[in-house]
């Protein structure tokens, strides 16, 4: 089974036992996380319903890119500004792809009672 995740405004097509760098999210080495925003679920070329669906994934490390070099010049100013930048992203290992009624049950009768 696959699923479309949206996390850090980008989408990632992901099966159990996928490794994915996505952008930093917060967590320590070895937690565990629910990734809900699901765009599309499904299993070869059939498509599944995503209500109530959520993928789980382990934290494997917290990390940085490959620095990329900033660099601006104006010509005949003496216009040079030199700058470095490393963003922060979050390997994952995504566990499994399925329903979660335990918790998305609570969550519904919580609501109502709050706005009452």
Do not use: C, W
């Not at 405004?9 to 699901?38: F, H, M, N, P, W």
């Not at 599309?40 to 209500?51: T, Y």
């Amino acid at each position: 089974m696959f699923a479309i995740v949206r996390t850090g405004g980008k989408q990632y097509r992901v099966a159990a036992g996928d490794k994915i760098v996505v952008e930093k999210l917060d967590g320590e080495a070895g937690a565990s996380i629910t990734l809900g925003d699901i765009l599309l679920a499904g299993e070869g070329s059939e498509l599944h319903s995503v209500e109530g669906l959520t993928v789980s994934a382990e934290i494997i490390a917290q990390a940085k890119a490959d620095k990329v070099i900033v660099f601006k010049k104006r010509r005949r100013h003496n216009y040079r500004r030199k700058n470095g930048h490393r963003q922060r992203h979050t390997i994952l290992r995504i566990t499994a792809i399925g329903n979660n009624d335990k918790q998305a049950a609570p969550a519904k009768a919580d609501a109502p009672a709050a706005q009452a």
